[in-house]
């Protein structure tokens, strides 16, 4: 197996850390991002560095300056990016209406953008050597938009519209995309989930206000019973990286729970858009 040079986002915890290790266990040379290293994040920084084949950086990833300045360091000690996971992102919940403009573009910025920014960076490289692989985590909500999560399933359908055009427009170029597409995990971004910020309008949705419990409980006991476990993500990241180039799925579903729908949802639309991508002429690209 070729050793790869590898970036991974968000590796402070939950799917991020996971997915390092694995990796890097497997001999890659991981390149392992997370915010703050000198501050709150400092003991998993230094934990995470100490793995063989990992290196941690700090990177902000909504800052131009900083990702630019992440991904002028991996070139200038390994003169390319093999694969890059997007993995980091943040989680926003409760009714639609209590979120404002600011608070979906924040959660675009981290979701959406950030991935966008890496990848744009890390293509030329990719496409000169004529091989890479893109994994861009998104969720079970980039496919179906639940309730109370609505900010969140736009972001992830948005970069799953991203993603899937990217999927097509590279394979001639001999570059991967991916989507994984986890359910819910007992993770920390599970814990961190953020809310609206205009409580003003929270009143005015009394009839349904005990539905949120009902959600929090049902995903309890779903862990409970279940015993979903994170590393069923880090191991699609590296069954994704194990697979021939050009024989790697746009989409992976890693959801032991309700991951069911999307798989089915998947298929169904998949046959579908061949038939669309036919039509318009882009047969070869589903080659």
């Known amino acids: 197996m070729d050793k790869k040079i590898v970036l991974i986002t968000g590796t402070n915890s939950g799917f991020g850390w996971l997915t390092a290790k694995s990796v890097a266990a497997l001999g890659h040379t991981v390149y392992a991002t997370m915010r703050d290293t000198d501050g709150k994040n400092t003991d998993k920084a230094k934990a995470l560095a100490q793995v063989e084949n990992i290196t941690v950086l700090d990177v902000a990833l909504t800052d131009e300056t900083s990702v630019r300045n992440a991904i002028d360091t991996v070139i200038a000690k390994e003169g390319t ?19 404002t403009p600011e608070d979906l573009q924040r959660i675009i910025d981290v979701n959406v953008i950030a991935p966008w ?3 744009k960076l890390a293509l030329p490289f990719m496409r000169k050597q004529s091989e890479g692989l893109i994994i861009n985590v998104s969720s079970g909500w980039g496919r179906f938009s639940a309730p109370f999560f609505a900010m969140y399933g736009a972001s992830k359908f948005a970069l799953e519209g991203l993603s899937e055009s990217l999927h097509y427009e590279l394979r001639p170029f001999g570059v991967d995309v991916a989507i994984i597409q986890p359910g819910s995990f007992p993770t920390e971004m599970s814990q961190k989930v953020q809310f609206g910020s205009d409580a003003s309008v929270v009143d005015d949705y009394k009839k349904i206000a005990d539905i949120p419990d009902k959600i929090f409980g049902a995903v309890g006991q779903m862990f409970e019973t279940v015993k979903p476990n994170p590393q069923e993500v880090a191991d699609a990241v590296v069954n994704l990286i194990n697979l021939p180039k050009g024989q790697r799925p746009l989409r992976t579903v890693a959801d032991p729970t309700t991951g ?4 089915t949802a998947n298929k169904a639309v998949a046959a579908e ?6 039509a318009f002429g882009l047969k070869d690209l589903l080659v």
């Open 273 to 278: 858009y061949a038939k669309v991508l036919e």
């Open 117 to 119: 920014r890496l990848m």
């Open 260 to 263: 069911e729908i999307v798989r």
């Open 81 to 99: 990016i093999d694969v890059l996971v997007n993995n980091a992102g943040i989680s926003m919940f409760g009714v639609a209406e209590s979120s």
